[in-house]
């Protein structure tokens, strides 16, 4: 099949990597690749790079992100989250909409955030969560994160539900215990939803029940997708099938780089890239070292740099394999 990304709706329960493994089964495809986790308790928005479309994974423009994140009051975790150990406690203070969405906008803009102690973030070449989980205490420089905007989705004590936008590489599970602490109290989350990645919206994801339901004509995902050992096997219908039924939700690779220019390649200039690696020369317009996209279709065939004197150097081709 050709590159294109796909976004999941994950559940609650699994692993990003779970995912992609389903979908690696499903497509017979070998390499996929998700373009960045969520914890097994999350859900929501998780694109996944199809075939030779993991090559472009680097060049995708994912740093806008908007969570929809329920807070509980009262109590910290050392996880951050729901699947924690309580580690502090502190009385949930009288709290009223005005005062919350008073403490919200004090989160905008560009802030430190320490990365979380069960984070993959690596110390010495080591992620975090090793140490963690090890009774190992590290110390971890703060990280400038960028927070867009908090909107107060509601409030019924002790759960406080928000709605994030903020730049990538910000730990919301780290935000939660800081808004907390900011309301003079404690918290972690006990639900986290992903409703944007990037160009990758929640309107556009596939649901594992409805991937199952082309799989095998039903929506039981667990049964059909990731059934119990010892199970008996549901038949799954032809391949092919599966993969014609499942075009609607797949996104062209150039829709999914849209942030950057791109040029449509004659055929000849499509032949001597796939054949010779050699690269067209840049659309005019673009400056020295500009990145660009060379076309067939929807379909991008590399990512290519602009040189001076309106030549190109190709960076990344994703034609073939």
């Known amino acids: 099949m050709k590159p294109a990304f796909l976004v999941v709706d994950k559940p609650e329960g699994i692993t990003s990597h779970d995912v992609v493994a389903m979908v690696r089964a499903v497509l017979g495809v070998q390499k ?52 924690g150990t309580v580690v502090r406690e502190a009385p949930v203070p009288t709290l009223d909409e005005a005062l919350v969405r008073g403490v919200l906008a004090g989160f905008l803009g560009v802030r430190p955030q320490v990365p979380p102690a069960y984070s993959a973030v690596k110390v010495a070449g080591r992620p975090l969560y090793k140490y963690a989980r090890a009774g190992e205490e590290v110390s971890v420089p703060a990280r400038a994160v960028r927070i867009d905007g908090i909107e107060l989705v509601s409030l019924a004590a002790p759960l406080l539900r928000v709605r994030i936008t903020c730049g990538r590489g910000t730990y919301a599970r780290v935000l939660a215990d800081e808004i907390a602490q900011a309301l003079g109290t404690a918290g972690h989350l006990v639900a986290l939803r992903r409703e944007r ?37 549901v038949p799954w219908r032809p391949r092919a099938q599966v993969q014609a039924d499942l075009a609607p939700w797949l996104i062209p690779t150039a829709r999914a780089l849209g942030h950057l220019p791109a040029a449509p390649l004659s055929a000849v200039q499509r032949d001597l890239l796939r054949r010779a690696g050699q690269a067209p020369a840049s659309p005019p317009g673009l400056a020295p070292e500009a990145l660009w996209l060379g076309l067939d279709g929807d379909e991008v065939l590399a990512v290519l740099q602009a040189e001076a004197g309106g030549g190109a150097r190709v960076l990344r081709s994703v034609h073939g394999g």
């Open 197 to 233: 990645s990037g160009p990758f919206l929640a309107s556009m994801a596939l649901d594992l029940g409805t991937l199952a339901g082309i799989v095998a004509g039903r929506e039981d995902w667990p049964a059909v997708l990731r059934p119990s050992r010892g199970a008996e096997r």
């Open 32 to 83: 996929v690749g998700h373009t960045g986790t969520l914890d097994p308790f999350a859900t929501g928005v998780l694109p996944l790079a199809l075939g030779p479309a993991t090559r472009l994974i680097q060049y995708l423009d994912e740093d806008l992100k908007v969570y929809d994140a329920t807070i509980q009051l009262g109590q910290a975790t050392d996880t951050g989250d729901l699947t």
